[in-house]
C-alpha cells in the first residue's frame, strides 16, 4: 500500500564540515574589519540625544586625537539616591580613572588633571599638540547645559581647545 | 630510504579556534560609530580691552530658557525643527542682493583683481613685519595668516569661475545662548540644525557649481588628499563659513 520506501538499518550519511572553518574565518574577518574596538564601559548612565549631519569621529580613534567624557546618572542605584541625597544628579566618568568620592565625580579640576595626564601619556605617539586633541563629551539628554559649560571652561585652562559633542547620528526624514 | 607517507595533519578543530577568535572579536568590539560635532573652544585671553561692537544684523541669536523654551532672532520659537530654516534665510536673504532695509548681515563682492591687490598689500606688510626687529612673534603670525587667507581667496575665485566672489560680511556669526539648566537634549538639537543648515547651504551650492554633492566631495578628500577637493571645500567654506560663538551661561 505504502509508497515511501522504509529506509532500512542505512546509517544517516556525515555532513562534510570540511568548510566550517573557511565560513567561521571569513565572519571573523568581516568583524575585525567592520567594528571598532570599545573604550571602558562608563559607570553612569548616557542616553544621547540625536542629531543630524554629525562628523564620524573614527578617524580621530583611530589617530588617538580623542578623548571621552562620560555625563549621566550613576547606573548603581544606590549610589545614585546617595549622590541625589547631596544635590548631584548627574556626574562625570573619565575613561579609566577610578572614582570613590563625591569630589573626585564631578571635581573640575579632575577634568584638568585627567586630560593632561592623557595626553603626557600619548604624547610621543601623536604629532598634534593638545589643543587639537578632541575631548568628546558623551552627555545624557536630560544633563544640564552648565555642566557642559564647566567642562570647556576647564579645558580652556589647559589650552584644549577641541571639544566634540556626541549625539546618536540618526537619519531624520 | 623509503619512501614515508606524510601523515595527513587533522583540521577538525580549526573551526573551534576560528570560533574562539571570533567570539573574542564579538565581545571586545562595538559596531556602532561615534559621531559628534566637533566645535572649538577660544583661547583664553587676558585683556582689558572691550572688543568693538556687532551690528544686530550679523548675529544670528538662538536663545534658549532654563524651560527649554527657544528663541531665535528675537523670535519665540515652538518647533525647534525650524531652526534651520532661520539660519538658511540668515545667509541667504542677502546674497543675491543686499537690502539695507532688513535685518539680514550685508554681502560684499570682491573681484579677482581686488583680492590680488589685498595679496600683495598682505605680502608687503607680511614682510615688513618679518624685517622690523623686536616684533612680537604674534603679530607676525597674524600677518602671515592674513597672506594665507587671500591666497585661499584668490583660488576660490578661480574656482568659482564668475567675475565676483559672493562674501558674508566678516562679522556675520550664529551665536548660542544658553542657560545653565537648559536641557542637553536641546543644547545638541541646535548645534544638530546648525549642522544641517550649513550642510543645506553648502550642498546646494556644491550642486550648482560643481555638479555633486558637498558629501561626496568630503568623503573623496578623506580618502585621497592629492586631488583637487581641498580648493572645492575652502570655497564652500569661503561661501557659507560656520562660525558659531557659544556663549557661557552666567545663570
Redesign the interface.
Known sequence: MSKFKKDGGKPAPGIN??S??DI??M??FF??V?????ETDPTVKVVK???????????Y?QRSEID?LY?GKPLNAARAARYRSIGMEYMLFMDNVVQSTPDDLYSTNAIRNWKSDKFEAKKSKITKGIESV?T?VK????????T??DI??E???I???????????EIKK | MAKRDIPEVN??S??D???L??IF??V????D????????????ISTQDVPPPIEPRNICAIKANAQNQLMVRGEYMQNPDEISEKIVEFYQKNEIKNDGLNSFPMYSKISKKDIEISLDQAIEQAEAVENTPDALATIIEFKQRQVAEWEKKLTAIEMYGKETLPEIHFQAHIRIE????????????I??EI??AI?ELRNDSSMKIFGESYKNILSRY?MDEKLKDKEKIDLLKILYPDRII?V??KV
Request: aromatic share 10%; hydrophobic share 45%; net charge neutral.
Open positions: 564540515t570540511s566550517l572553518p567561521v574565518f565572519l571573523l568583524f575585525m567592520a567594528t571598532t574596538s570599545k540625544p540625536t542629531g543630524v549631519e554629525a562628523a564620524d569621529m573614527t578617524p580613534k571621552f555625563l578632541i568628546c552627555a545624557d539628554e536630560g544633563a544640564p547645559t552648565g557642559i559649560f570647556r571652561k579645558l580652556q585652562k589650552d584644549a581647545l577641541s571639544i566634540a559633542y556626541a549625539v546618536d547620528g | 583540521a577538525g580549526m573551526a579556534i576560528a570560533f577568535l571570533l572579536f564579538l571586545t568590539t562595538t559596531m560609530k561615534d559621531k559628534a560635532y566637533v566645535r572649538n573652544i577660544p583661547k583664553l544658553v542657560m545653565k539648566a537648559t536641557k542637553y537634549e536641546l543644547f545638541a538639537k548645534q544638530s549642522e544641517e550642510y578623506s557659544e557661557t551661561p
